[in-house]
């Protein structure tokens, strides 16, 4: 199958497209211990293999973004990962965008490494864009956001993020009175800037803000995606991912793992309920 978008077309649109297509929903693959059990599998490479197939042949042309966890495919080691490239390479010929859950953060030639393995073109592991992290301050990112933008690739910043333990960090501020997840989403912004610039509808260097934040950085001035976890088993709903992106709703992508997985292991019903949920949420 062809994919839907335009090869010449970067992350951020071919991402806008999706979503019109299909709803702004990201739908995880999470194949941790308890989820493998839940669906009669065992934990091994096995039931790992039998768990991604099925959400591939669920999801795959019919949602606009999947976000395979890497943690819990590296967890299997080097058996792992080769179920992990299967996983990708099938979303991916199917036409379906595919962010790597990896959340990788360092500098110079390590950060240029890890970029390499998920955004290079013909990787084992080539996705449309993967989760950095910016801790080790945002101009650490610079080799993944060259090599993104050379390939018309996709990263997703963690900026404000959904776990109570990170309000302590990133809610910070400096002297300017700018919170830490307000400066990383200003520094994408930047960066998103200079594409739109250059002719693109949309940047392709997207923020993670978690859905259950009460104080959410704003938005407005991003022009690029918006990656919103939290959303369902976390306790946000429908309502706070439209509180924290209006003005911004058709980059807005709400990321749901557990409600969707859970109505595994059948093909159809997962399907199904990530369907519903796009429904839901209102796309």
Known sequence: ???QHSVH????????????????????????R????????????SGLRTFSQACVEAFAGHVALVKPQVAFFEAFGSQGYEVLEECIAALREAGT????????GDIGSTMAGYAQAWLEP?????????????????????????????????????AATSNPEAREL?????????????????AAAQRN?????AGSRVGNIGVVVGA????????????????????????????????????????SFANVSRAVLAAGPDVAALRQAALAVAEELGN
């Not at 308890?34 to 490479?45: F, P, T």
């Open 1 to 3: 199958m062809e994919r």
């Open 9 to 32: 077309s970067g992350f951020g649109e071919q991402l806008l497209a999706a979503g019109k297509a299909h709803g702004r929903l990201c739908v995880g693959i999470d194949p941790h």
């Open 34 to 45: 308890g989820l493998l059990e839940a669906w009669g599998l065992q934990a091994d490479i």
């Open 97 to 104: 965008l595919v962010l790597a859950d990896a959340k990788r």
């Open 122 to 158: 013909g990787s084992p592991l080539e996705c449309d864009a993967v989760t950095v992290s910016p801790y080790l301050g945002f101009g650490s990112l610079a080799p993944a956001i060259e090599l993104a933008e050379e390939h018309g690739k996709g990263l997703f910043v963690l």
């Open 170 to 186: 990133q809610d910070q501020r400096n002297p300017q009175g700018v919170s830490i997840s307000q400066q990383m989403v200003d």
């Open 193 to 197: 800037a200079a594409q739109v610039a």
């Open 212 to 251: 259950t934040l009460a104080k959410p950085p704003e938005l407005s001035a991003l022009q690029g995606p918006v990656l919103l976890p939290g959303v369902g088993a976390q306790g946000a709903g429908p309502e706070d991912v439209a509180r924290i992106t209006a003005g911004v709703e058709e980059l």
